[in-house]
């Protein structure tokens, strides 16, 4: 079943707020086969731990399951270094959707934002969506 054109300009909840810690860096680090040494930079990558829990929660609102998505793309734009100490959440929403061959290609903005509600960066994500075939 295709997704709704209706879910166009929606905005969703923003996730729970998540600090950044050196074990989480480091932790997030290591799934990508790569070390943190404590004091360094975050790895630019690192906002997507925000942005997907965003995009889950916006899946289960939506009722669509995350077993008929395949991620598209995934982009991110500083507007300043995410930095061990801060306090980030995530607000997703959907700032496009067209179907192309029986399948939703949905676009997604996540804001990510500092514990002073000041932009950190925006991750934006195309997910492809594959409705399945409808029974009668």
Do not use: K, W
């Not at 930095?83 to 192309?100: C, N, P, Y």
């Not at 514990?115 to 960066?121: I, Y």
Request: with cysteine; charged share 20%; glycine share 12%.
């Amino acid at each position: 079943m295709p997704v709704d054109q209706s879910l166009v300009g929606r905005e969703f909840p923003p996730t729970a707020p998540l600090e950044v810690t050196e074990e989480r860096v480091a932790a997030f680090a290591a799934s990508l086969g790569a070390r943190y040494d404590a004091g360094g930079a975050v790895p630019p990558t690192y906002p997507i731990v925000l942005a997907f829990d965003a995009m889950q929660a916006f899946l289960a609102a939506e009722d669509i399951d995350l077993f008929r998505i395949v991620h598209g793309e995934q982009r991110f734009a500083y507007e300043r270094p995410v930095r061990v100490g801060d306090v980030l959440t995530a607000t997703l929403g959907v700032v496009s959707l067209r179907q192309i061959g029986g399948a939703d290609i949905i676009g997604t903005s996540s804001a990510i934002t500092d514990g002073d509600g000041a932009l950190v960066c925006t991750g934006r994500a195309t997910l492809v969506h594959s409705g399945g075939q409808e029974t009668s």
